[in-house]
Each structure stands twice: as structure tokens, then as C-alpha cells.
């Protein structure tokens, strides 16, 4: 397997804790986004959609999407379970791992593409000509604020964010404050529940991935 990659796309990093957390081995190969060569001929082959990740199998099969990744590599390696184990723990982890990616990556996603000069002409990912919106910018600034009321809201009821047991959800929860907290949007100093878990989190060794 080969996994294409940008060091500093979240959605990258999604995957990149997720193989952490199951302690596989999987060779990297870099996508350089801010360059545009995810939207070239070579990486277009592997994924049409130019976007990063992209999991390569040995046979040459691309899969692409984090979750869809990840749930290929959780039916391959089983233990640690990260997805839930009954049917109603899957259900919950991927409920909850979509609402953190849709409130919290989405937004900030958002506001990163709609600011950063380099992205003026690429504002949507996985395409060129599309210019930026400033405007959106504080869009996405209200979605962050909103996603940031609602997680505190979950961890006030539950230990981790899909239950009682550290999932994809946490995953992808993290890896939004990570992306927020570049954009001087860290986790509110009042969501005590939020910071107590992410301090935690951050603590897992997979995190260093």
C-alpha cells in the first residue's frame, strides 16, 4: 500500500492517526497542494478528484475520502477497533464523525481557502478558477463557533465523542481544533469539557503521526 499525502491538509492527517492508532506500516508519498500538483495528469489518475488522501493498493486500486479509507483499513486490521464494534456503536461513529467533519473541518476548511492568498483562484478544493469569496470567510468563522458549542455540549455527556470509547470521531474532532487553532481559532477557554478531552487526545502517541 501507498498513501498519498499532504502533510498539512487535516483530512491527510485524519488517515495518517488513524494508521497510527492501528500500528500499520504504510509508505508515504507526499502531494504538494499549495504547488497545484494534485490537480496534474499523474496524481489525476490516481484520483479524479484531485484531492489527498488517496490510498494505492499493491494491485493498483485507489481508494479516496478519509472515511472510506479508514473503514477499508479497519476491515483489514480489526484491533484497535475504531469504527465501533456493534452495529449501534457504528452507527453512532459515523453520525458523529460526519457532524465534526461537516461543523468542524467543512468550516474551517472554509475560512482557510476563502483567506489564504495562495488559494485566490482555487478557493474550492480539487479545482482551479474559482475565486475566493472573503465573505465566506466569516461564514465559516459562525460554523467553527457552532461546532465548538456542540462538541462541548457531546463531551459534557460522554467520555469521548461516539461514546464511551476513542473512535474515528475524536479523530477527525481533533484534527479540526488542530486546523482552527492555525487560524487563531482555538477551543474557547470555557469549553473545559473540550479542552480537558483534546489534552488528551493530543497525549495519544499516534497523534504525533
Same mark, same amino acid.
Given at each position: $500500500?501507498?498513501?498519498?499525502?499532504?502533510?498539512?491538509?487535516?483530512?491527510?492527517?485524519?488517515?495518517?492517526?488513524?494508521?497510527?492508532?492501528?500500528?500499520?506500516?504504510?509508505?508515504?508519498?507526499?502531494?504538494? !497542494?499549495?504547488?497545484?500538483?494534485?490537480?496534474?495528469?499523474?496524481?489525476?489518475?490516481?484520483? #479524479?478528484?484531485?484531492?489527498?488522501?488517496? !490510498?494505492?493498493?499493491?494491485?493498483?486500486?485507489?481508494?479516496?475520502?478519509?472515511?472510506?479509507?479508514?473503514?477499508?483499513?479497519?476491515?483489514?486490521?480489526?484491533?484497535?477497533?475504531?469504527?465501533?464494534?456493534?452495529? @449501534?456503536?457504528?452507527?453512532?461513529? #459515523?453520525?458523529?464523525?460526519?457532524?465534526?467533519?461537516? /461543523?468542524?473541518?467543512?468550516?474551517?476548511?472554509? $475560512?482557510?481557502?476563502?483567506?489564504?492568498?495562495?488559494? +485566490?483562484?482555487?478557493? @474550492?478544493?480539487?479545482?482551479?478558477?474559482? +475565486?475566493?469569496?472573503? =465573505? !465566506?470567510?466569516?461564514?465559516?468563522?459562525?460554523?467553527?463557533?457552532?461546532?465548538?458549542?456542540?462538541?462541548?455540549?457531546? !463531551? /459534557?455527556?460522554?467520555?469521548?465523542?461516539?461514546?464511551?470509547?476513542?473512535?474515528?470521531? =475524536?479523530?477527525?474532532?481533533?484534527?479540526?481544533?488542530?486546523?482552527?487553532?492555525? @487560524?487563531?481559532?482555538?477551543?474557547?477557554?470555557?469549553?473545559? +469539557?473540550?479542552?480537558?478531552?483534546?489534552?488528551?487526545?493530543? /497525549?495519544?502517541?499516534?497523534? +504525533?503521526?
Amino acid at each position: $500500500m501507498k498513501l498519498y499525502d499532504f502533510a498539512m491538509a487535516p483530512n491527510s492527517r485524519r488517515v495518517r492517526i488513524f494508521i497510527a492508532e492501528k500500528n500499520i506500516k504504510v509508505p508515504v508519498e507526499q502531494v504538494d !497542494l499549495l504547488s497545484g500538483e494534485n490537480l496534474e495528469e499523474k496524481y489525476r489518475k490516481k484520483n #479524479q478528484f484531485c484531492l489527498v488522501p488517496t !490510498l494505492e493498493l499493491d494491485d493498483g486500486t485507489c481508494i479516496d475520502e478519509a472515511p472510506a479509507i479508514c473503514s477499508y483499513l479497519e476491515s483489514c486490521y480489526p484491533e484497535p477497533r475504531l469504527l465501533g464494534t456493534t452495529p @449501534l456503536e457504528i452507527a453512532h461513529v #459515523q453520525s458523529w464523525d460526519r457532524h465534526m467533519e461537516n /461543523q468542524g473541518l467543512a468550516c474551517v476548511g472554509e $475560512m482557510f481557502r476563502n483567506g489564504f492568498a495562495g488559494f +485566490k483562484n482555487r478557493s @474550492l478544493p480539487g479545482r482551479d478558477g474559482d +475565486k475566493a469569496i472573503p =465573505d !465566506l470567510i466569516e461564514r465559516g468563522r459562525r460554523g467553527v463557533e457552532f461546532f465548538y458549542e456542540h462538541l462541548e455540549s457531546r !463531551l /459534557q455527556q460522554s467520555k469521548y465523542i461516539a461514546g464511551d470509547t476513542y473512535s474515528l470521531a =475524536d479523530i477527525t474532532a481533533f484534527c479540526a481544533i488542530e486546523f482552527a487553532t492555525t @487560524l487563531r481559532m482555538p477551543t474557547p477557554e470555557g469549553n473545559t +469539557k473540550s479542552r480537558s478531552w483534546y489534552d488528551s487526545v493530543a /497525549q495519544r502517541p499516534a497523534t +504525533k503521526a
